[in-house]
């Protein structure tokens, strides 16, 4: 019929996209080597993964990821603290280009494919578009985020959060952030090859709002839902809100056998009281959405037979409802004020050192991944993101949304984490079909 009037039956828009979902072909393959490639710039013996913010091997893998870019076609730039921009200009340059990425770095001991998937995965989108005859509109970018992870300075997303304009931002890493080993974040930068001539300025990182017509991210679920429902595709429609606490107590420390029970001031018992009430206060929301973690506990002296004089805790509260999480902060101070009068200990500190707010993927994105997976006959599902990610900064910028692939029991940060080539392949593909999708909006 459709040979026979000369007129299609679908609307252009979709019988174009229809056409291009039957073309996208992923070199599955090819990007399991690059990951495994990628795996081998780490400071962890195989399988582990270590790449920790302007160390050696986090130098060697940028390098990496910059050839891929080059060799894909792209045009490369790097900002004053390392946030890597792959671009491929669109026929209207004029207009906001669509934008997708994640980030390189990984936690001590932990897998290859966190966050990888999503630099990695985007490359190897572009090269399937090309590869495809695709002709995009907007431009499309992609952009490898420095230090997702806060394994260094103690700041989680700092290269998005600098793109989103963070100027509380900016002005502590001039000064006052400084790592185990006592380098600060402006030296560890230089000695990288960032930040030249730019401590006084980080400003000249910040992005404007609408920089992007779009922002997507490629990323494993993290969780185990996809993989439990046998589903193929997550797409995300909200990102938690992420908060992290410091807190110190300080007691009278003594020798363990000769200060007897009724007269201490056990600052470690005051810390373990409080990673009691953390647990407590979370559970009290009644919401399988509120999770709070002490994951770091520490005591001074530290040693067997010393009643520990100072104790520090870091603490890490989320949620997607950001008054029900602020709640549980309230609670958790209180409880810490508690403990202490009861203990006579001293809260030396009581310190929220980020407190951001969730972060809503924008209903077109969501709708182009959606139906990017239709389209690709692949099963999806609408869910939301526990875990932090660059895309909750991006929000502030352009219209955001993410795409979840399935990984093996849900396991991340740790060795055992792994997606296959199949499910990364779906997670290009769709990823590569909604940008094409925004790329001609």
């Known amino acids: 019929m459709e040979d026979f009037s000369g007129y299609p039956i679908h609307e252009p828009g979709q019988f174009v996209s229809i056409n291009l979902a039957s073309s996208l072909s992923v070199d599955a393959q090819g990007l399991q080597k690059q990951i495994d490639e990628l795996s081998s710039f780490s400071d962890a013996p195989s399988p582990s993964v270590t790449r920790v913010l302007y160390t050696d091997e986090d130098v060697k893998a940028r390098s990496y990821v910059k050839n891929l870019m080059k060799l894909a076609g792209l045009s490369v730039r790097e900002d004053g603290v390392g946030n890597i921009f792959g671009k491929w200009d669109g026929s209207e340059r004029n207009l906001p280009g669509v934008a997708t990425g994640s980030h390189i770095d990984a936690i001590p001991y932990s897998g290859k494919y966190d966050g990888v998937v999503g630099v990695l995965g985007a490359i190897e989108a572009i090269n399937v578009l090309k590869r495809s005859g695709f002709k995009p509109k907007r431009s499309l970018e992609i952009i490898m985020f420095t230090s997702e992870e806060p394994t260094r300075f103690g700041i989680s997303c700092l290269g998005s959060r600098l793109l989103a304009g963070s100027k509380e931002l900016a002005e502590a890493l001039k000064t006052t952030v400084f790592d185990g080993q006592n380098v600060s974040f402006i030296e560890a930068a230089k000695s990288a090859g960032y930040a030249e001539d730019k401590e006084k300025d980080l400003s000249s990182v910040f992005l404007k709002k609408g920089s992007y017509f779009a922002f997507i991210e490629l990323h494993i679920?993290?969780?185990?839902?996809?993989?439990?429902?046998?589903?193929?595709?997550?797409?995300?429609?909200?990102?938690?809100?992420?908060?992290?606490?410091?807190?110190?107590?300080?007691?009278?420390?003594?020798?363990?056998?000769?200060?007897?029970?009724?007269?201490?001031?056990?600052?470690?018992?005051?810390?373990?009281?409080?990673?009691?009430?953390?647990?407590?206060?979370?559970?009290?929301?009644?919401?399988?959405?509120?999770?709070?973690?002490?994951?770091?506990?520490?005591?001074?002296?530290?040693?067997?037979?010393?009643?520990?004089?100072k104790a520090r805790l870091e603490i890490d509260t989320r949620d997607i409802d950001e008054a029900r999480r602020n709640t549980v902060?309230?609670?958790?101070?209180?409880?810490?004020?508690?403990?202490?009068?009861?203990?006579?200990?001293?809260?030396?500190?009581?310190?929220?050192?980020?407190?951001?707010?969730?972060?809503?993927?924008?209903?077109?994105?969501?709708?182009?991944?959606?139906?990017?997976?239709?389209?690709?006959?692949?099963?999806?599902?609408?869910?939301?993101?526990?875990?932090?990610?660059?895309?909750?900064?991006?929000?502030?910028?352009s219209p955001m949304g993410m795409i979840f692939i399935p990984c093996y029991k849900g396991y991340s940060h740790k060795p055992e984490e792994y997606s296959s080539p199949e499910d990364m392949a779906n997670g290009v593909k769709v990823l590569s079909l909604a940008l094409a999708k925004l790329s001609l909006d």
């Open 221 to 309: 679920e993290q969780g185990p839902i996809l993989e439990e429902e046998g589903l193929d595709i997550g797409v995300v429609t909200a990102i938690a809100a992420p908060a992290s606490l410091k807190v110190e107590f300080e007691g009278n420390g003594g020798h363990a056998g000769a200060v007897l029970m009724p007269y201490r001031n056990d600052a470690g018992l005051a810390a373990a009281e409080l990673a009691l009430a953390v647990e407590k206060h979370v559970l009290e929301s009644e919401s399988i959405d509120t999770v709070g973690t002490v994951g770091i506990l520490e005591l001074h002296p530290g040693a067997i037979n010393s009643i520990p004089s």
């Open 329 to 397: 902060i309230k609670k958790i101070q209180e409880s810490a004020n508690t403990i202490a009068r009861k203990r006579k200990v001293k809260l030396s500190e009581f310190k929220i050192v980020n407190q951001d707010p969730p972060a809503l993927s924008d209903k077109l994105v969501i709708k182009k991944m959606a139906e990017a997976a239709t389209e690709l006959n692949l099963s999806h599902k609408m869910m939301i993101s526990r875990a932090y990610h660059d895309s909750l900064f991006m929000a502030r910028i």
